[in-house]
């Protein structure tokens, strides 16, 4: 966790030393070869992930990373890690760049190295579906396990170093989002009937997040969600994944905008301002300044800081829902309503609502290979689903029981504002976003940065404008979709379906097939059923909703 950039550099200046030294290593294992070299996967070529040299997005481990690591903080703005080290001015000469060329591969050498660079101890073969034995080397080349640095250029730490306590709050950090807000409102749509659904989402959800680990298991080199997709359907599955996963997080964008807007215009409802007879009320005028105070943690080069803030989410959200049980139990707010045992016209949306809930598979890949024993990996889901269901379950309950029918998307806008319980849960929930607005975000500018011609790679003038127009892109579409239930409704019916219950039951079936028992295959077509008419209903009830409130 010690070493600095430059004991990196040393390490890629030695390489020719570190050269013998593999060779050598090499031909004392070269006997352990023969043990699966006669193992055959008949699978088309293009389905391999070796098979191709570099396959956009290159970015996404590194990206996603920050959310199933702990790091410590490093702070450094868009510049080199040299300039950034050396502590020179904040815009750098490669502001916003990914990898340093003497330290790091480009963004164009694959993260799934060829089969004639896969062959590290014990780990022989390219063919079959084997699980992996030892956890995969860094992404710097020729560099002895026992001597590669414990973190990237970024100051994130390189996978299999998590424990089981870091990867279960990792677990719940991703899992417990502000879908936590909307669980009272999902039970008001749906009715207390409505409720099993979420327990139906957690119990499918866990198993598919076992899927995951199965087919990151299955061949060497897997790594993420879209080395999954290149496994099953080559090139093709790769991007589609991609571009599915990356909207879920542009979305979820939008979803901390509107929440901003919501929240800051509930505790200054007569703020406004008027430039030029063009005025802007509460709700404009917050999502403005919230997006303002956001985009220079946009262009932070190392979002370590942030990710070891974020961590944070997990403390922010029991924060919240006690503040919730504070009012309800001991400042004795709402309890007037029974509620509705079961809400058939609106049922569809409390799916959507649901399904949000368990938005998380996009990182699961990464938490796995992350961990230090993966064995503990069944354990560690288990323990996340099961602490993050309980506390879905106990908010929406509670909340329902104290506003009925009156919930409104956001609990927080439910409660007294002229109490200190409230005034805790809005700030914590006003503040929360602004540590993960970046994180969320930067996926897809790093996606997007990946796609510039290379003359252009080294400018740090690109990158923010990537930056910045996203920002300001999820601004405009919260401003005219300003619905939070319903455009959660409609990411957890249509994104989320795909990402947490369908795809990994496809990809599933699709790489390991033949090797499949009937039970596995009976278990994964009932949850491709579930969550493709899950992804209709819901996705239709909720765009024609936001439709209509916007005629």
Known sequence: MKNSISEQSFYIESEEEDDEHLEKHENEEEGNESDFSNEDNNDDETNRPNSLTSAWPQSYRQSMDLYSNVPSPSLHFLGTPSLSRLGSSFFGSSLIRRHTPEVLPSLHKPLILPAEEEKAPHRRSSHGLIPPLHPRKSSIKKIPDIERPSKDAHGVPISNQSTYGQAVVNGMNVLCGVGLLSTPY???????????????????????????????????????????????????????????????????????????????????????????????????????????????????????????????????????????????????????????????????????????????????????????????????????????????????????????????????????????????????????????????????????????????????????????????????VGLAVPFFGLVMALIGSLLTMLVTLILPCVCFLRILKGKTSRLQVTICVFIITVGTASALIGSYSALSKIIQSMI
Not at 284 to 298: C, E, K, R, S
Not at 382 to 408: C, K, N, P, Q, R
Request: hydrophobic residues 50%; charged residues 10%.
């Open 186 to 476: 999902a039970v008001k749509e749906g009715g207390w009937a409505g409720l099993s659904i979420l327990f139906i989402f957690g119990i499918l959800s866990f198993y598919t997040g076992m899927l995951l680990r199965y087919c990151l298991d299955s061949q060497p080199g897997l790594e993420t969600y879209p080395d999954i997709g290149q496994a099953a359907f080559g090139t093709i599955g790769r991007i589609v994944i991609s571009i599915i996963l990356y909207v879920e997080l542009y979305a979820s964008c939008v979803e901390y905008i509107i929440l901003e807007g919501d929240n800051l215009s509930a505790i200054f409802p007569n703020a406004h301002v008027s430039l030029g007879g063009f005025e802007l009320d509460a709700r404009h005028l917050f999502v403005v300044i919230a997006a303002l105070a956001i985009l220079p943690t946009v262009w932070l080069r190392d979002l370590s800081v942030l990710s070891y803030i974020s961590v944070g989410g997990v403390i922010a959200s029991i924060l919240v829902v006690l503040c919730l049980y504070w009012a309800g139990l001991v400042d004795h707010v709402g309890f007037e309503s029974k509620g509705t045992v079961l809400n058939l016209p609106t049922l569809p949306v409390a799916i959507g609502l649901y399904g949000f809930c368990y938005s998380g598979h996009a990182v699961f890949p990464n938490i796995y290979t992350s961990l230090a024993d993966r064995s503990q990996f069944p354990a560690v889901l288990l323990t996340s689903f099961g602490l993050v269901t309980l506390l879905y379950g106990g908010t929406a309950v509670l909340g329902y029981l104290m506003f009925g029918d009156s919930a409104e998307s956001q609990f927080t806008l439910n409660l007294p504002k002229g109490l200190m319980a409230s005034k805790v849960a809005v700030w914590t929930t006003v503040v929360n976003p602004f540590t993960k607005f970046a994180l969320t975000l930067s996926p897809v500018a790093m996606s997007l940065e990946e796609l510039l011609p290379s003359k252009h790679t080294k400018s740090h003038v690109y990158p923010i404008l990537i930056r910045t127009a996203l920002t300001i892109s999820t601004v405009v």
